[in-house]
């Protein structure tokens, strides 16, 4: 796939907000979206995936402490159409609502910005996605679990989620969100958090779907760049010269 797929017009997003205290813990000083794994930045991994998909435009959300990423970000996306928005968020909820808002007028492509996949997984997400019906609201699923508190789900053949939440479930997300062109209004109260918000939208029997991806690293701890470089996660030969 060199693309996405031409009646598309996708926007990308990026909410690279956290604080990543948990990888300061061990030892990285860096702001989160500038986390090296196999010697690329987070944010970086994350544009790589929207180029390989066509994708120029697109959004990221950093937190006002992050100067190192804004930094890096002026150096090396002459290529992108970059919307970059500064604030610090009280919520999960608040960034992909301000992300989302800002991709308003096509479909898009949410990722956090610590999950890291092969490009190969991400267009094989895109393609999944493009197939399901025009109003479907996609998640990245998997069954690698490795969260403090995951999001757990339950889908049925067709990949509908059936449901949200709870101690157990098939996948988990991973960090990863196709969102119509047409959005739906959350109440006026908002939510506290987004899993509340996808929770909401299941219940309301909104048609949530699925894609349960072979390959997703959630980067939280040293442990987890450990395991995404044991992996064979390397920078791409595509993205070389990015």
């Not at 449901?163 to 006026?188: F, M």
């Not at 939510?191 to 072979?214: A, I, K, N, S, T």
Request: hydrophobic share 40%; charged share 25%; proline share 5%.
């Amino acid at each position: 796939m060199t693309g996405a797929p031409a009646s598309l017009a996708l926007r990308g997003g990026v909410i690279a907000a956290g604080h990543g205290t948990r990888l300061k813990a061990d030892g990285y000083r860096v702001s989160k979206p500038m986390t090296p794994v196999g010697g690329r930045p987070l944010i970086g991994h994350a544009l790589d995936r929207f180029r390989t998909v066509g994708i120029r435009q697109a959004t990221v959300l950093v937190n006002e402490e992050s100067d190192d990423c804004r930094r890096w970000l002026s150096d090396h996306c002459q290529d992108l159409d970059l919307d970059l928005i500064v604030r610090t968020t009280p919520s999960s909820y608040a960034s992909f609502a301000r992300v989302a808002a800002r991709l308003a007028g096509a479909r898009a492509i949410i990722t956090t910005v610590d999950a890291v996949m092969p490009a190969g997984v991400f267009e094989q997400f895109v393609e999944s996605a493009a197939r399901l019906p025009d109003d479907a609201i996609v998640l990245g699923l998997t069954a690698h679990v490795d969260d403090d508190n995951p999001l757990w789900t339950t889908i049925d053949e067709g990949g509908r989620v059936l449901g949200l939440g709870g101690d157990k479930g098939s996948h988990v997300t991973a960090g990863l969100y196709w969102i119509p062109e047409q959005r739906i209004a959350a109440p006026a109260a908002g939510f506290d958090r987004l899993r509340d918000c996808l929770r909401w939208l299941v219940d309301e029997g909104r048609p949530v779907y699925g894609v349960v991806l072979p390959e997703v690293f959630d980067i939280d701890r040293a442990r987890d760049i450990e395991a995404a470089e044991r992996s064979g996660f390397r920078r791409s030969p595509e993205n070389a010269g990015a």
